[in-house]
């Protein structure tokens, strides 16, 4: 008999007290039927039912049912054995599955995280290129030095006077960054 078959027996013994209606509740008289009618009749009136309510594994070794099983399975012997094999062979791939599957998902996640990693150092070298980023300096600085031009024209165009110099002083703006020259008052392209 199977551990997963004792276990379930043992659970349904469990649950009820009358030994009289464990034929009926475990539904054992179909299976009784399967065995010769003089072991069943014979089994059942030696049986002593006042043991029985006291412990599972007597009722296991005292009942008909058991009998049966336990003659069946002596003459057939290889059956079991080979039950059993395969059993566990089942056991065992089941058991290398699992570990297949463990050691897989750590892999992935090892691959995730490693292509993470290289997105990021992508997105930063994209980020930081070099000569993009001296294009937009250029840029910005012509932007800006077309800027103050026509604030100074604007400024003129009023009636006041004012230099390069004294509207890079109020903006707050580094000469150097404009390429701006205090002597000349002019912006030098280097």
């Known amino acids: 008999m199977s551990a997963a078959l004792r276990d ?20 054992i008289d179909t299976e009784e039927k399967d065995c010769a009618n003089s072991d069943k009749g014979s089994l059942w009136k030696n049986a002593d039912f ?5 412990s599972p594994e007597s009722l296991e070794r005292n009942s008909p049912t058991y009998a049966c099983f336990r003659s069946s399975l002596q003459k057939n012997p290889p059956c079991e054995s080979a039950e059993n094999s395969c059993v566990l062979k089942t056991n065992l791939s089941h058991q290398q599955s699992l570990e297949e599957k463990a050691r897989l998902v750590k892999q992935v996640q090892e691959k995730e995280d490693l292509l993470r990693r290289l997105k ?9 290129n070099l000569s993009e980023l001296q294009a937009l300096i250029v840029k910005w600085r012509s932007s800006t030095q077309l800027m103050l031009y026509e604030l100074q024209s604007a400024f003129s165009a009023d009636g006041k006077k004012v ?16 390429h701006y020259s205090r002597t000349e008052e002019d912006f030098v392209n280097t």
């Open 8 to 27: 379930r027996l043992r659970k349904t013994r469990r649950s009820f007290n009358a030994s009289l209606t464990v034929a009926k509740r475990l539904k």
């Open 50 to 54: 006042s043991r029985l309510q006291d």
């Open 120 to 128: 990021l150092v992508k997105m930063y070298r994209s980020k930081n």
């Open 163 to 178: 230099s390069l110099t004294q509207l890079i002083d109020n903006f707050g703006l580094e000469d150097k960054l404009l």
